[in-house]
């Protein structure tokens, strides 16, 4: 009835929970299969998760579950967010910190403006191309040419899954930072977040490098450069 564009619930967990192990601790995001809007609840998911990992301990993969109802009862994307352990003393100590309940607020719906922008032709921000760090208004935010479908379809056509990675089981989501120009050119691909080691950065900065021309932003009707942060999730089987 409300025509939400998507779902996102936020909770704090416990060890005695099912769905986690004794010793168990830091942040997950979950999502569903069974969601309508899987890929997209993917997509929403890993955006959130490249957000919140810069000040939060964010597990490095998103989670699946088929038993949490709101997530696969739900005909939006749909993620559940777990703030930590309330049974943990480190996570404890920092989710009752009023500095880092802010901070962790702030870095979701940075997220969520991150997904949106990646999947709508509307955003709210954008970068200059001399000074990334500046932001300015903009009527079109950059994005990939045919949307997040094509976007998909590339990832599953072009994606190598790296070798070291597979030998050491490391899995993880890995949030490139790159620059688009006013034609739609890629250019200072960086790496910001994700595993150390394995070989995913760099996976990620190819299939970057090698995905042609996007689609610019648009200010005041004129194309611009922009600064864009895009999460690539690798899972192992």
């Known amino acids: 009835q409300a025509k939400a564009d998507l779902f996102v619930s936020i909770h704090v967990n416990q060890k005695s929970s099912a769905l986690q192990p004794a010793g168990a601790n830091g942040f997950d995001i979950y999502v569903s299969q069974m969601n309508k809007e899987f890929n997209k609840s993917r997509l929403l998911g890993s955006a959130v998760s490249g957000s919140m990992k810069k000040n939060s301990p964010m597990s490095?993969?998103?989670?699946?579950?088929?038993?949490?109802?709101?997530?696969?009862?739900?005909?939006?994307?749909?993620?559940?967010?777990?703030?930590?352990?309330m049974d943990d003393e480190k996570d404890l100590t920092f989710i009752i910190d009023e500095k880092n309940q802010l901070i962790i607020a702030d870095n979701i719906l940075q997220g969520i403006a991150n997904y949106a922008a990646s999947v709508s032709p509307k955003a709210t921000v954008g970068d200059i191309e001399n000074n990334p760090k500046q932001v300015q208004q903009t009527v079109r935010e950059s994005g990939y040419l045919g949307g997040p479908e094509a976007w998909l379809k590339y990832l599953n056509s072009n994606f190598k899954y790296p070798a070291e990675a597979i030998k050491k089981q490391i899995d993880g989501t890995v949030v490139?930072?790159?620059?688009?120009?006013?034609?739609?050119?890629?250019?200072?691909?960086?790496?910001?977040?994700?595993?150390?080691?394995?070989?995913?950065?760099?996976?990620?900065?190819?299939?970057?490098?090698?995905?042609?021309?996007?689609?610019?932003?648009?200010?005041?009707?004129?194309?611009?450069?922009?600064?864009?942060?895009?999460?690539?999730?690798?899972?192992?089987?």
């Open 176 to 237: 490139v930072e790159f620059l688009i120009d006013a034609s739609g050119k890629v250019s200072k691909i960086e790496a910001i977040t994700g595993p150390v080691s394995g070989g995913l950065k760099e996976e990620a900065i190819r299939m970057i490098r090698e995905s042609g021309d996007w689609l610019p932003a648009m200010e005041n009707n004129q194309k611009v450069a922009s600064v864009k942060e895009q999460p690539i999730t690798f899972r192992l089987k």
């Open 60 to 85: 490095d993969e998103l989670r699946e579950s088929n038993s949490i109802w709101v997530l696969k009862s739900t005909a939006v994307p749909a993620i559940l967010i777990e703030c930590g352990y």
